[in-house]
C-alpha cells in the first residue's frame, strides 16, 4: 500500500516566493502542496479547512504575523496538530523565539537548499525538530527577557519528572545532542532516547524543541547557563 503524501500548506506574503516553493515541493512524490495562504489569518482559516499534515509558515506578514498564526494552528482542536516550519530572513530573530514559544517545531531561513527544505519538511511530519539544539539554545538565551522571571512559580508538571528526566531536560536545554547526553550521564543512547520520550509525554510537549522552551519558561534552565 502506497503511504499518502505529506500534505504541505504555504504561507507567505509573496506570491513569488510561495511559487517557488511549491515548484520544490511538487517535485517530490511524497509531497502534496494542499494549498497557499497570503497572510496569518488566511493560514489559521485554511489551516481548518484543508487539514495540512506541516505548514511552511512565513513571520512576518500583515495583519496576524506568523507567530500569532502558529499560535492558533497548533493549539487548534484536531487530535494531531499540523507542524509549523517557521521561515525567517535571520536565524537570531526574536520573531523566531516566539515562533518556538507559540509551538512552531523549527525553522528555515529563507534561502534554503532545496534539498534541506523538502529534509526538514520530512522531518516535522514524523514528529521530530528542525533546529540546531546549538542554535535553540542560543536563541533562548539571547532573548531570555521574554521569559517569565526567574521567581515566577514552578510548574506543577515539573514535579512528575523523574530526577533523571530533568537531567535529561536540562541538558536538552543546553543544546547536548542524544550522543553528548549519553556521553554526559554515561548511559547509552538508546536510554537517552526513552528518557526524552517519557519527558516530552509526562509533560504534553511536542518535541524537543518544545521541551527546551519548556526548561526556560519553568526556570529549570536560566539564560546563559553551562
Known amino acids: 500500500m502506497t503511504a499518502q503524501p505529506i500534505r504541505v500548506l504555504l ?5 513569488l516566493l510561495r511559487t517557488g516553493f511549491r515548484m520544490i515541493l511538487e517535485a517530490e512524490s ?4 494542499v494549498g497557499e495562504s497570503g497572510d496569518g489569518e488566511q493560514a489559521v482559516a485554511d489551516a481548518r479547512a484543508l487539514q495540512p ?3 511552511l509558515m512565513d513571520i512576518r506578514m500583515p495583519r496576524v504575523d506568523g507567530v500569532q498564526a502558529t ?10 496538530a499540523p507542524r509549523v516550519l517557521v521561515l525567517t530572513t535571520f536565524d537570531l530573530d526574536e520573531y523566531v523565539v516566539e515562533a518556538l514559544r507559540a509551538g512552531a517545531s523549527g525553522f ?20 521530530d525538530a528542525v533546529v540546531a539544539p546549538s542554535i535553540t539554545r542560543r536563541l533562548l538565551d539571547m532573548f531570555a527577557s521574554r521569559f517569565p522571571a526567574t521567581d515566577s512559580p514552578t ?7 523523574t530526577d533523571r528526566e530533568r537531567e535529561v ?8 545532542s542524544n550522543a553528548e547526553i549519553a556521553a554526559e550521564l554515561v548511559v547509552s543512547e538508546t ?9 516530552l509525554t509526562k509533560l504534553s510537549l511536542r518535541d524537543r524543541v518544545q521541551a527546551a522552551v519548556y526548561a526556560y519558561e519553568s526556570g529549570l534552565v536560566q539564560p546563559g547557563a553551562l
Open 155 to 161: 510548574p506543577a508538571n515539573l514535579a512528575h519528572l
Open 53 to 55: 499534515d506541516v505548514v
Open 71 to 80: 499560535r492558533q494552528i497548533t493549539g487548534a482542536a484536531r487530535e494531531t
Open 169 to 176: 531536560l536540562t541538558l536538552v536545554a543546553r543544546g547536548y
Open 11 to 15: 504561507v507567505d506574503d509573496q506570491p
Open 108 to 127: 528555515l531561513l529563507k534561502d534554503v537548499p532545496a534539498e534541506d527544505l523538502v529534509t526538514a519538511i520530512r522531518t516535522v511530519s514524523r514528529g
Open 30 to 33: 511524497d509531497i502534496a502542496v
Open 191 to 199: 536510554t537517552v532516547k526513552t528518557h526524552v520520550g517519557n519527558v
